[in-house]
Nanobody
Framework: EVQLVESGGGSVQDGGSLRLSCTAS????????MGWFRQAPGKQREGVAF???????TYTDSVKGRSTLSQGNAKNTLYLQMNSLKPEDTAMYYC???????????????????WGQGTRVTVSS
């Protein structure tokens, strides 16, 4: 069992910044990696940014160049720094476990379904 706790969402103006945090606890096997998904109202969930076991980060095209993923010293914490936010970034953001080894391709969620409770990001124009 894995527990994921997110924080850092909020409301900002167009062009603003936010830093999301996710801390994992529990049975963190070596094949488990972490990342962020988001879901906007009326839209499908999409993968945003993921940290692979080789220390590389993978981003969906819409956030590339505006977002930076980093890992905490304890390696069970993941940070997503989002800059130049746009209204289309408005969504619930969920931290989730994915299977490592996605090698630069945005992964889908792992079948065992470890998710955080979500943190809301609202960007107003």
């Amino acid at each position: 069992e894995v527990q994921l706790v997110e924080s850092g969402g909020g409301s900002v103006q167009d062009g603003g910044s936010l830093r999301l945090s996710c801390t994992a606890s529990g049975d963190l096997y070596s094949t488990f990696c972490m990342g962020w998904f988001r879901q906007a109202p009326g839209k499908q969930r999409e993968g945003v940014a993921f940290w692979d076991s080789d220390g590389s980060a993978t981003y969906t095209d819409s956030v590339k160049g505006r977002s930076t993923l980093s890992q905490g010293n304890a390696k069970n914490t993941l940070y997503l720094q989002m800059n130049s936010l746009k209204p289309e970034d408005t969504a619930m953001y969920y931290c989730a476990v994915v299977v490592c080894g996605f090698r630069g391709v945005v992964p889908g969620p792992a079948p065992f379904g470890y998710w955080g409770q979500g943190t809301r990001v609202t960007v107003s124009s």
